[in-house]
């Protein structure tokens, strides 16, 4: 008897030790959550050739409730749209709904950039609909959409001697937000988005 109770102990601490170095594992590896963050839409300067400068960097931050992310628009032809998506939502979900074949295959001027595209988040649930193009070369979805710039013009973007643009934008709910470049070319074509993640 007392040495099944031993064995029992045992397992049940090896079992709560092994629980408990799995959490912090997990802790270390998500983001650090702070409270306000800056994202660079675009590479800096000097930037690299297309489509090697639609992207957001950093791609995920992580901040706090009613904190604020400021978007830096580097380059030209930028807009931002965001939406929210389910926590569970990761880059490949996204990535899988948008155009695939790179820029030889994904242009405006081949059928592939101009087709619709309907893009879900980890629970499948639609969160944009890019419609076809023309009439215009935005990502303008509204469903859902809690905030643009950038829709009607692109929003100036840097130069090697001069700042772009800056959009500040506060996170007043908790949840995973999907960001992505309104131009439709970077967009579908070269997949620049990016995620805030609000604690």
């Known amino acids: ?66 904190g604020t992310v400021t978007f830096i628009m580097n380059g030209g032809a930028h807009g931002i749209a965001i939406y929210p998506v389910s926590k569970n939502t990761t880059r490949e979900d996204i990535a899988e709904d948008l155009c695939q074949g790179g820029p030889a295959v994904c242009s405006l001027g081949a059928g592939t950039g101009t087709a619709q595209y309907l893009v879900t988040d980890g629970n499948g649930d639609v969160v944009i609909d890019t419609g076809t193009n023309p009439p215009e070369n935005r990502v303008n979805y509204l469903p859902g959409q809690l905030f643009a710039a950038g829709a009607g013009i692109f929003l100036t973007g840097s130069t090697p001697t001069t700042a772009g643009t800056q959009v500040r934008y506060r996170f007043a709910e908790d949840g995973r937000f999907l960001v992505v470049c309104m131009n439709r070319s970077h967009y579908v074509n070269d997949w620049m988005f990016g995620f805030v993640n609000v604690r």
Do not use: C, W, Y
Request: negative net charge.
């Open 1 to 66: 008897m007392k040495k099944r109770l031993i064995l029992v102990t045992t397992v049940l601490a090896f079992s709560v030790a092994v629980l408990l170095a799995a959490q912090v594992t997990q802790d270390l590896t998500d983001n650090p959550a702070i409270q306000d963050a800056e994202v660079n839409f675009g590479s800096l300067h000097p930037q690299p050739a297309v489509p090697a400068n639609h992207v957001m960097l950093p791609d995920d931050v992580t901040i706090l409730k009613g």
